[in-house]
């Protein structure tokens, strides 16, 4: 078989030819060495001498196919309308196989000759070729597909798309249909011009996917407001849902995968988004009864809606809010801290649950339990007064972290202190949180009183995590400081021992803390007289201190100290811890043979304590019965030693009373937090200013808010009187002819 082109006889090559072409189209048997000899030909035709044939060879081809088509719609429309869809489709099936077969065969052709002349992709996109895309050749495979179109789906698209609805209605009803003839009829209208480079779909879309579209919505609308009269919004919802999902399933039955979002967004249109008004209508009370069933169905109705959640999402929201406001607003008792926190981390605990079971954690809502947990926490029942939420978490932690908290595993403790960090993050006054845990945190490393290093570190930690190394780092260094002073014990033991001159006669141990780190004022100590017996230990570790550390200077703070005294004058002998002040006192009647009795003015005067404070220990001395006294104590009262005091416990402390907290403090405390906090806002805003050197009045307002909200949320006013006092120190100024314009004074 000879590949050199030769003159060859269309006619009679193209009669043999066309023989194995109807074989090859109506899918018949074609012998292995017919279709090789017949792919030769088609070789011949496209190389022959002197003229090449493939253009005659093209259109013949071309005139075949649709006479053939135009056979195939006869035949189809004689069968009549109830047969018309299957005819079709076993017709289509025959072709559309045929058709790929007759383009392997005409390969060369396709290659050598169609391909040449066929627009480039690059034109197609950008243009370049005034040509009309009718008048191009299409390669044999495309012009068939194209012939069926023409031919076959235009004269038949109103028949043809009339009886597929026909048939999706039958099968909404519960008819059996035959789905393979309904899928391939539809799928044939997208196959006849996969082919295309673009607008590859518009055939499908413009006969079938839009009045199909058209169809459904208007076969649900009618079902919805059928299922609306019979039922109620519950019911209502499980119809929907079940509707939803049969649909879903019919358009895998029967349509392109193309139009499976298309049809279920249609059908969530006409029964969910055109009832907005009615689903939202029933979201609060089943927020409120928290049916979880119903809400369940109601999130996954309104998801996929535009704007559709906005109610549901609300309707959580205030729901969480007020359950939280309850609980805050139920307080009462001695363990308010506890029940404040407790029951805060139960409303958050309780719907955090909900909202990962019922509405699957959307980060909407999860944001809606934040808004809600937040303002309930931080409400105030007074808006003039500060909130109370912070302090109550301070005291909790402090309730968890003292060795008075009993009955409690390490595991416990840490889960508890873990949830802890939940409600923290919560507070908007961080900062005031901060300051009364710092300052419990202090009592309890002076008085020894933390159940465990390990659990007060690990809650620091958790601290730091939360609000960074800023945040904590006084803590650290308060740490850092009990463990400096566990060495300097050590070191100072070690000094007394290398001369006997220098014992003491009491064992004695200090705390030596940074001022800057601690929240300790060191204004307005009360003065004190130290005892006889325990100023040679004073003196001898300012010694040893003054030796190791030149420059330092140590203030005793003597309100801080505790000491333990034997008592020995009573029937049995007791071991008592105590303050330094009651030990002053209590020393006093052993001044001498047989001093039984003091006054007032005695005892103030040895230890020239200030008036108020020594009432206030003496009062503790009289609560405990180890002091005799009637009547309220004023400066001409006389104090008598309880010689018949009895106590089942020998080893007993009096709490001193720096380790109560005074209302005083709490205001102080307050008062030391709004310091800060114009400290901080002044601090902010000329970092502000001095990045950006001129800046707008709102702009300021906002970027100094922006900063300070991991720590507090700073009132307007609070800013506007510290960016007077920047300009009052000369670090701003405003700007000339402006009126809300800052320029940052270099």
Not at 494 to 499: A, G, M, Q
Not at 526 to 542: D, I, T, Y
Request: hydrophobic share 35%; with cysteine.
């Amino acid at each position: 078989m000879s590949l050199k082109p030769r003159r060859v006889d269309f006619p009679a090559t193209w009669t043999v030819l066309l023989d194995t072409v109807k074989g090859v189209v109506t899918c018949g048997r074609v012998a292995r060495a017919t279709w090789t000899d017949r792919f030769h030909d088609v070789y011949q035709l496209c190389v022959a001498f002197p003229e090449p044939l493939g253009d005659k060879l093209y259109q013949e081809t071309k005139s075949f196919l649709e006479a053939h088509v135009s056979s195939l719609l006869k035949a189809v429309q004689s069968c009549g309308s109830e047969n018309l869809l299957a005819n079709y489709h076993k017709h289509w099936e025959e072709y559309s196989q045929g058709s790929h077969y007759l383009n392997q065969l005409y390969g060369y052709l396709n290659s050598t000759f169609i391909r040449k002349q066929k627009v480039s992709d690059a034109d197609l996109n950008y243009g370049g070729f005034a040509m009309d895309m009718a008048d191009q050749m299409l390669e044999i495979g495309e012009l068939a597909l194209d012939t069926w179109k023409r031919l076959m789906i235009e004269p038949l698209k109103t028949q043809l798309l009339n009886l597929i609805l026909q048939e999706v209605k039958k099968d909404r009803g519960g008819n059996s249909v035959n789905q393979t003839v309904v899928h391939g009829v539809i799928n044939s209208f997208v196959n006849v011009e996969e082919y295309k480079k673009k607008y590859s779909m518009q055939l499908y879309e413009e006969l079938f996917e839009t009045p199909f579209l058209h169809e459904t919505g208007d076969y649900y609308r009618q079902e919805a407001a059928k299922l609306k009269d019979e039922y109620n919004c519950s019911d209502y919802m499980e119809k929907v849902i079940q509707k939803l999902d049969n649909e879903d399933f019919r358009s895998r039955k029967f349509l392109h995968p193309s139009s499976y979002t298309k049809v279920t967004h249609e059908c969530q249109q006409r029964m969910i988004a055109d009832h907005l008004q009615f689903l939202h209508g029933e979201c609060r009370e089943m927020v409120q009864t928290e049916k979880r069933k119903d809400l369940t169905h109601m999130y996954s109705l309104l998801k996929p809606i535009q704007s559709g959640l906005g109610v549901l999402m609300q309707e959580v929201e205030d729901h969480i809010k007020h359950t939280g406001l309850e609980a805050v607003r139920s307080l009462k008792g001695e363990n308010v801290p506890g029940q404040f926190v407790e029951s805060m981390l139960e409303v958050h605990s309780k719907y955090t649950e909900l909202i990962q079971s019922v509405f699957h954690a959307d980060q909407q809502f999860v944001g809606a339990l934040d808004k809600a947990c937040a303002a309930a926490i931080n409400f105030r029942s007074n808006p003039k007064m500060a909130c109370k939420s912070a302090e109550l978490l301070a005291r909790y932690c402090d309730g968890l972290l003292k060795k008075s908290s009993k009955g409690i595993s390490e595991t416990e403790l840490d889960d508890k202190l873990a949830n802890c960090i939940t409600v923290f993050k919560y507070l908007d006054d961080k900062d005031v949180f901060q300051r009364f845990y710092s300052r419990m945190l202090a009592k309890r490393l002076i008085y020894s009183q933390s159940t465990s290093m390990d659990a007060e570190e690990a809650m620091i930690n958790r601290l730091k995590q939360a609000c960074g190394y800023e945040f904590t780092n006084k803590l650290h260094r308060m740490f850092t400081d009990m463990s400096i002073s566990s060495d300097l014990n050590n070191k100072f033991s070690d000094f007394t021992r290398e001369d006997s001159s220098r014992d003491l006669g009491v064992n004695f141990s200090i705390l030596v803390l940074q001022a800057g780190a601690w929240p300790i004022a060191q204004s307005n100590l009360p003065s004190f007289a130290l005892p006889q017996e325990l100023e040679r230990s004073v003196r001898m570790f300012e010694l040893f201190y003054n030796k190791n550390f030149s420059g330092r200077k140590l203030a005793w703070m003597h309100s801080f100290c505790n000491v333990e005294m034997k008592f020995n004058y009573l029937k049995k002998t007791y071991f008592v811890t105590m303050g330094t002040f009651h030990m002053g006192i209590l020393l006093l009647f052993n001044s001498g043979d047989n001093v039984e009795k003091l006054a007032f003015s005695f005892i103030q005067k040895h230890t020239t304590l200030p008036e108020r404070e020594l009432v206030k220990q003496l009062q503790s001395l009289i609560d405990t019965k180890i002091i005799s006294h009637e009547g309220e104590i004023t400066p001409q009262s006389d104090f008598e030693l309880n010689l018949a005091y009895n106590n089942k416990r020998t080893k007993f402390k009096i709490t001193a009373a720096v380790q109560r907290d005074s209302p005083q403090e709490v205001e102080l405390t307050h008062s030391a937090v709004d310091e800060d906090r114009k400290m901080y806002v002044q601090a902010a805003i000329v970092r502000i200013m001095k990045a950006r050197k001129v800046l707008k009045h709102n702009l300021l307002i906002q970027e100094v808010i922006s900063q300070s909200r991991s720590r507090f949320n700073p009132s307007i006013s609070m800013i506007k009187k510290c960016i007077e006092t920047l300009i009052d120190k000369q670090y701003l100024e405003r700007t000339a002819n402006t009126t809300d314009e800052y320029s940052y004074v270099a």
